[in-house]
């Protein structure tokens, strides 16, 4: 079977890139639309605004809170709120702004213009890597390209508390070399610990952090998460989202880039598509478009490394003065413009959601 493209992995990278597509696309992933998910659906409110996927939105969060171990700061977010959503229902909004057909399998890797799957082979003039931290495709082309190296590693679970605010500790005694969270989402909140050094042993550090705040461990969901940029494109692959390392360090804040760096990525595609890129030309374009994105990434990662290594009572001082004027500002601005929402491309959805709102907290 022949397409114009061939997408391996349907959640928020490859949902991007296929909603600015017009042709003979195909989707293949091993699970169904939103039901692989592994994230704490944290994003800046815009996101899902400028998509028009507000009905997928828990809550809305005016600020974020910072835990050291001895302070508690609060960065205030009015210009440009947070909110938690609902991952099934994003990502159905998402898909039914893209056309095509879409294959329930599990890539294993490419031979020439070929993806191999567990359901057959197919063929596609255009492949993009959407599958994740594992990079499947990217790396059946190049082996060694998605190593362990550079990736978090993260767990949380559900507990049926509200709060408000996303809050995060910086604690070496709850999680050394990493974060723990606590996002409420309407009725009840998702908590989880991270290590940035990527060690999987979390589940002790999860227990101690639920016994903390005198919570239960529900279902654990999680997975590893990288934070250090991957060659983009790959041969003549395009790669996206956690496949080229597009999650941000430190913040973990990766749906956001998936979303930005997915949406450019099918643009140029679509432009192959029409015959006024060549292929080539489409790949040099995307590539340079997320190389101009490095600065932010290399400061967050110098931040992180900072917070793993760094003295205790400077990691104190630094998030303090993060949530006091002028710096409070002048980072959000700029955390913001790196991928601002205001730039995305609202999605053109088929379907009406029939579904009821979800109740959403302010
Ligand atoms: C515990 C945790 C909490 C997080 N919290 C947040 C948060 O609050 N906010 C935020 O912005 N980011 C968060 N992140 C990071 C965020 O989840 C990722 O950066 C984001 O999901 C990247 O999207 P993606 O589409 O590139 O990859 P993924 O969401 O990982 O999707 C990859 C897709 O590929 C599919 N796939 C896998 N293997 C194959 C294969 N062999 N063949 C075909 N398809 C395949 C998968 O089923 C999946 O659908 C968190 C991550 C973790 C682990």
Same mark, same amino acid.
């Given at each position: 079977?022949?397409?114009?493209? +061939? ?15 017009? %042709?003979?696309?195909? @989707? +293949? ?15 800046? @409110? ?10 997928? &939105? ?38 039914? !702004? ?9 890539? *294993? ?35 060694? /390209? ?6 978090? /590693? ?14 995060? #500790? /910086?604690?070496?005694?709850? +999680?050394?070399?990493? &974060?723990? #969270? ?13 290590? /940035? =050094? ?9 227990? @101690? ?8 461990? =529900?279902? +654990? ?23 080229? %390392? *597009?999650?941000?360090?430190?913040? %973990? ?42 600065? @932010? ?22 998030? !303090? ?17 790196? !991928? ?23």
């Amino acid at each position: 079977m022949t397409y114009d493209v +061939i997408i391996a992995g349907s959640s928020f990278a490859g949902l991007a890139v296929a909603s600015q597509l017009r %042709g003979r696309i195909l @989707l +293949i992933d091993p699970k169904p639309i939103g039901a692989g998910q592994t994230s704490a659906c944290g994003t800046l @409110l815009g996101v899902p605004q400028r998509l028009g996927l507000m009905d997928s &939105v828990l809550q809305v969060h005016p600020f974020l809170a910072f835990h050291t171990s001895t302070e508690t700061e609060r960065y205030e977010v009015r210009e440009q709120h947070f909110c938690t959503f609902d991952y099934r229902r994003f990502c159905e909004g998402m898909a039914e !702004a893209t056309v095509g057909d879409m294959v329930r399998g599990s890539v *294993q890797g490419v031979e020439g213009n070929e993806v191999i799957t567990d359901r057959g082979r197919f063929r596609g003039e255009i492949l993009v890597d959407a599958s994740g931290w594992r990079a499947v495709l990217a790396n059946s082309v190049r082996p060694g /390209y998605a190593t362990r190296t550079g990736m978090s /590693y993260g767990i949380e679970t559900v507990a049926p508390r509200k709060g408000e605010g996303l809050c995060f #500790w /910086y604690d070496p005694d709850l +999680i050394p070399e990493g &974060v723990a #969270w606590f996002f409420p989402a309407g009725q009840a909140s998702r908590i989880g610990v991270a290590s /940035y =050094a990527g060690d999987g042993h979390l589940r002790p550090h999860l227990d @101690l952090f639920l016994d903390s705040l005198g919570l239960a461990k =529900a279902k +654990i969901h999680g997975g590893y998460f990288p934070w250090s940029f991957r060659a983009p494109t790959v041969g003549k692959l395009f790669v996206v989202g956690d496949a080229a %390392g *597009q999650c941000l360090p430190l913040t %973990g804040e990766g749906i956001r880039p998936a979303i930005h760096f997915g949406q450019v990525c099918g643009r140029i595609i679509q432009q192959v598509l029409e015959g006024t890129a060549s292929l080539q030309q489409g790949l040099d374009e995307y590539r340079a478009f997320v190389r101009r994105h490095r600065g @932010l990434y290399r400061l967050l990662g110098l931040l992180q490394w900072l917070l793993m290594r760094g003295p205790v009572g400077l990691v104190h001082r630094l998030v !303090a003065l993060t949530c006091r004027e002028p710096l409070r500002s002048f980072i959000l601005r700029g955390y913001v413009a790196f !991928a601002d929402p205001a730039r995305l491309t609202p999605l053109q959805r088929k379907a009406r959601v029939d579904a009821e709102p979800l109740p959403l907290v302010a």
